[in-house]
T-cell receptor, first 113, second 112 residues
Framework: GAVVSQHPSWVICKSGTSVKIECRSL??????MFWYRQFPKQSLMLMAT?????????EQGVEKDKFLINHASLTLSTLTVTSAHPEDSSFYIC?????????FGPGTRLTVT | QQQVKQSPQSLIVQKGGIPIINCAYE??????FPWYQQFPGKGPALLIA?????SEKKEGRFTISFNKSAKQFSLHIMDSQPGDSATYFC???????????FGTGTKLQVIP
């Protein structure tokens, strides 16, 4: 149990377009999900905490108008990268909280050309 | 301070060896310390976790040692195998397991 999926696993988009990434908890309900960003050979940096039915809480330095988060149900959170630029290219990872544990998705590789 | 310092950055051991990865923290409010294993192109997977009320926890070949007074904890991998080659992250959180602060990661390579 405790499986978290992400879709798509990788995406290439042109500069200026928007991209939506989905995070789903497949076999449990998650009132809290988290979005991370990871650059090559670096650690995970928390971008925001997504709570079902309420606004996301963004970490300092993360532009909430650029990284839109919607947690519309207990099994789905979405991250939309708006007006993407090449510097937004990264590995985006979500996680879902179940009890005292946090389960991670497989990640989404975003490349902005 | 929310930092979690991790060392070494990289580690090479021979099969059967016991790699040790160390982490240190400053925030005494941290009360949950998980370790994650990440393979290239994949998300992290929870390996083992410990709370500060115990000094050691063992699960299979993985052992966490915890020193509350020194604010340090470490991961030992017994009888390491080439399949253990991955990046390992220590982490810490507080207050009912909300935000997790990750260490900088250790890339482990186990050579046959």
């Amino acid at each position: 149990g405790a499986v978290v999926s992400q879709h798509p696993s990788w995406v290439i988009c042109k500069s200026g377009t928007s991209v939506k990434i989905e995070c789903r908890s497949l076999d449990f309900q998650a009132t809290t999900m988290f979005w991370y960003r990871q650059f090559p050979k670096q650690s995970l940096m928390l971008m925001a905490t997504s709570n079902e039915g309420s606004k996301a809480t963004y970490e300092q330095g993360v532009e909430k108008d650029k990284f839109l988060i919607n947690h519309a149900s207990l099994t789905l959170s979405t991250l939309t990268v708006t007006s993407a630029h090449p510097e937004d290219s990264s590995f985006y990872i979500c996680s879902a909280r179940r009890g005292n544990e946090q389960y991670f998705g497989p990640g989404t590789r975003l490349t902005v050309t | 301070q929310q930092q979690v310092k991790q060392s070494p950055q990289s580690l090479i051991v021979q099969k059967g060896g016991i790699p040790i990865i160390n982490c240190a923290y400053e925030n005494t409010a941290f009360d949950y310390f998980p370790w994650y294993q990440q393979f290239p192109g994949k998300g992290p997977a929870l390996l083992i976790a410990i709370r500060p009320d115990v000094s050691e926890k063992k699960e299979g070949r993985f052992t966490i040692s915890f020193n509350k007074s020194a604010k340090q904890f470490s991961l030992h991998i017994m009888d390491s195998q080439p399949g253990d080659s991955a990046t390992y992250f220590c982490a810490a959180s507080s207050g009912g397991y909300q935000k997790v602060t990750f260490g900088t990661g250790t890339k482990l390579q186990v050579i046959p």
